[in-house]
T-cell receptor
Framework: EAGVAQSPRYKIIEKRQSVAFWCNPI?????LYWYQQILGQGPKLLIQ????????DSQLPKDRFSAERLKGVDSTLKIQPAKLEDSAVYLC???????????????????FGNGTRLTVT | DAKTTQPPSMDCAEGRAANLPCNHS???????VYWYRQIHSQGPQYIIH???NNETNEMASLIITEDRKSSTLILPHATLRDTAVYYC??????????????FGRGTQLTVWP
């Protein structure tokens, strides 16, 4: 099966500019996640979608970050305006987990894309 | 928040077994232990997961202690391509965390020739 697709692979912007990242999850996967990974750290969860609804966005800096998942498939993550500390790799992941899922599917692993490396100068 | 403790780094000779430890002393009865790895410039890759019993697949073996407070990931014959950061994660069930993964800093495994 095709994996999680993300674009662009790299992005360099100046502070206060805007940027958007795109994610196409594995076909049929109901749940989509965005993670932020700062150099030297493990990935940090930003937001979780189930179909086109937000399940958890408690770690998303909502004054500058926004995300949407229209039609419950592709998703975009936007930063506006960017700060120097936003420099990181932004990872998208998906899993088949859904509200109708039986308990065994909660053991389905998350599949990650290769991320977008953002540099803010 | 990460509920696991791992050594920051380990190394291993090529062809030998790599044994990566993980402590998860606060794990609850319905939480699974997951292992992922991340090779430089790539996204995390799923390796294996388990609840109580030891598990084995084509990539690795997972040994979970009887009290479930710790586990060990075993790569039976490490190769240079196994050099990566390895994350041990306790995954919640359908409760409040809805199966989310919370990563710590992981263990940097270096396999040398």
């Amino acid at each position: 099966e095709a994996g999680v697709a993300q674009s662009p692979r790299y992005k360099i912007i100046e502070k206060r500019q805007s940027v958007a990242f795109w994610c196409n999850p594995i076909s049929g996967h109901a749940t989509l996640y965005w993670y932020q990974q700062i150099l030297g750290q493990g990935p940090k969860l930003l937001i979780q979608f189930q179909n086109n609804g937000v399940v958890d966005d408690s770690q998303l800096p909502k004054d500058r970050f926004s995300a949407e998942r229209l039609k419950g498939v592709d998703s975009t993550l936007k930063i506006q305006p960017a700060k120097l500390e936003d420099s990181a790799v932004y990872l998208c992941a998906s899993s088949p987990l859904g509200p109708w899922t039986d308990s065994s599917s909660y053991n389905s692993p998350l599949h990650f894309g290769n991320g977008t490396r953002l540099t803010v100068t | 928040d990460a509920k696991t403790t791992q050594p920051p780094s380990m190394d291993c000779a090529e062809g030998r077994a790599a044994n990566l430890p993980c402590n998860h002393s606060t794990i609850s009865g319905n939480e699974y232990v997951y292992w992922y790895r991340q090779i430089h410039s790539q996204g995390p890759q799923y390796i294996i997961h388990g609840l109580k019993n030891n598990e084995t697949n084509e990539m690795a073996s997972l040994i979970i202690t009887e009290d479930r407070k710790s586990s060990t990931l075993i790569l039976p014959h490490a190769t240079l391509r196994d050099t990566a950061v390895y994350y041990c994660i306790v995954r919640g069930d359908r409760g409040s965390t809805l199966g989310r993964l919370y990563f710590g800093r992981g263990t940097q495994l270096t396999v040398w020739p």
